[in-house]
């Protein structure tokens, strides 16, 4: 995925963090097989994914973040795969139906939004945060993409997951 958002995302999990981090491209985008399956089969493949990434690094917390469609993929998959820390950025809250928002009550959620993101405004996810106990935040005038505004997404997303409870991982002396 090569989306500056993600890519920033992922940076910043591995270098504050110290996370392994994996991006990915869903079902039938750039080289990968298969075709768009509405959300269903991309969900699976983040399910994949993160079994992936555990069995090659079994240690640590599982933050699983998404963006955008990945965002929607990733809340669903939370459902199974149940990460220390659910991280969604951009999400298109003109295509979240509100029961799924409701499922993750009780799970340890940041949510970012862009405060003119034209999928689903900053003010929304913001009422949609609070009612189902998330943290969140808006980085001020950020569209969709966070279009030169990404220092500020990264610095919300780190201050909201170290308020979560994500930290770096211990080393062994």
């Known amino acids: 995925m090569h989306t500056k958002v993600v890519h920033r995302t992922a940076k910043f999990l591995a270098e504050r963090f110290h996370l392994a981090a994996l991006r990915f491209s869903f079902r039938g985008v750039g080289a990968s097989e298969g075709s768009f ?3 269903r089969g991309e969900t699976d493949d983040v399910v994949s994914a993160v079994r992936f990434a555990r069995d090659k690094y079994p240690d640590g917390p599982l933050a699983l973040a998404g963006f955008s469609f990945g965002s929607l993929c990733a809340a669903r998959a939370a459902l199974v795969v149940e990460p ?7 999400v298109p809250s003109d295509r979240w139906p509100e029961e799924e928002a409701k499922a993750l009550e009780g799970s340890n959620v940041v949510w970012v939004q862009g405060a003119a993101d034209q999928f689903g405004p900053g003010q929304i996810a ?3 945060a ?3 106990g998330f943290r ?3 980085v001020p005038g950020a569209d969709h993409f966070f279009t030169g505004r990404l220092d500020a997404l990264e610095k919300i997303a780190v201050g909201l997951l170290v308020e979560a409870g994500l930290t770096r991982p211990r080393t062994h002396a």
Do not use: K, N
């Open 84 to 90: 220390a820390v659910l991280l969604l950025i951009g």
């Open 130 to 132: 609070a009612r189902h």
């Open 126 to 128: 913001l009422e949609t």
């Open 136 to 138: 969140a935040a808006v």
């Open 37 to 39: 399956d509405e959300g």
